[in-house]
């Protein structure tokens, strides 16, 4: 058994948009049994908090049982900024948050603070004085940071965060429960002979728009071209301008990372128009 890397988005959604998959994710991390009608991927909502535009990797809802299902997938310590638009989230339906978080918990700079939890559970719901929940917003958060195994985790969130750990660290032999249905259907799914070369393509691509991004955010967007996108040439740098195009970036900015003229930038544009 060899597996993909689920710190890859591209493979991350291959896993978790079957439906097989996100019933038994769910089944065990939030205990609940659903039935989506729909299963989305990028799902945005609007309009755009500031200069946040926060989206998730997985969306998916159950409208009978009034249940909404997010799932995001993050690499780095992050804050969840909610927005919520009134036609989505009504009080009269109950949302799930999981946030997974691929890779340890940096410490705050100011606060100095470290968690290494491995589950962190919050609900949104306020309480009274008496202690006594209201069941205003209906909306339950849960932190899943495989790099901190805990002793007491539950098995129910412990062969999932194996599996993610598994992939990232030892994919090539991981030590993972297969007797776990949900599990074993992952572990087939991004097992390398399944894995097309489209998704493949798709995947480098995602790696290399990270690396650029990375060091961007480190060493300058200068930097970040030469290295992110040394080996960028024809197909690579199309392809990277076409994820920055999706993200709503301007020609220049497009140019700059990719080194692709305007004439060509059009062109992919009027192409994905199409």
């Known amino acids: 058994m060899h597996l993909a890397r689920l710190d890859n988005e591209v493979f991350f959604k291959k896993a978790f948009t079957d ?8 089944k065990d991390i939030v205990g609940i049994e659903i039935e989506p009608d729909r299963i989305e991927t990028e799902k945005r909502f609007g309009p755009k908090m500031g200069d946040i535009d926060f989206r998730y990797d997985i969306f998916a809802e159950d409208t009978a049982r009034r249940i909404i299902i997010e799932i995001q997938k993050v690499h780095l310590q992050a804050i969840t900024e909610q927005q919520r638009s009134s036609a989505n989230y009504s009080v009269d339906r109950t949302v799930y948050t ?3 978080m691929t890779a340890p918990y940096k410490i705050d700079k100011k606060t100095r603070e470290f968690y290494a939890d491995e589950v962190l559970v919050s609900s949104l719901n306020p309480r009274n004085l008496k202690g006594l929940e209201r ?3 209906n909306h339950e958060l849960i932190y899943l940071n495989p790099n901190y195994r805990g002793d007491d985790t ?6 999932w965060l194996d599996l993610v750990y598994e992939s990232i660290h030892h994919p090539e032999n991981p ?15 991004i097992q390398f002979d399944n894995i097309s070369p489209e998704e493949w393509r798709l995947a480098k691509i995602e790696v290399g728009k990270r690396e650029v991004l990375q060091l961007e955010r480190e060493e300058g967007i200068e930097e970040g071209i030469m290295v992110g996108l ?3 040439e024809g197909k690579v740098k199309e392809s990277v301008a076409r ?3 999706q993200d709503g970036a301007d020609n220049a900015y497009v140019k700059r990372l990719t080194g692709l003229e305007d004439a060509e930038i059009e062109a992919l544009r009027a192409q994905m128009q199409n």
């Open 19 to 26: 439906k097989i998959v996100l019933k038994a994710f769910v």
């Open 98 to 100: 999981i946030v997974l």
């Open 135 to 137: 069941k205003i917003f």
């Open 154 to 159: 539950p098995a129910n969130y412990r062969d």
């Open 175 to 189: 030590h993972i429960n297969t007797e776990n249905a949900g599990v074993r259907r992952v572990a087939d799914i």
């Open 230 to 232: 040394v080996a960028g």
């Open 243 to 245: 994820l920055l195009i």
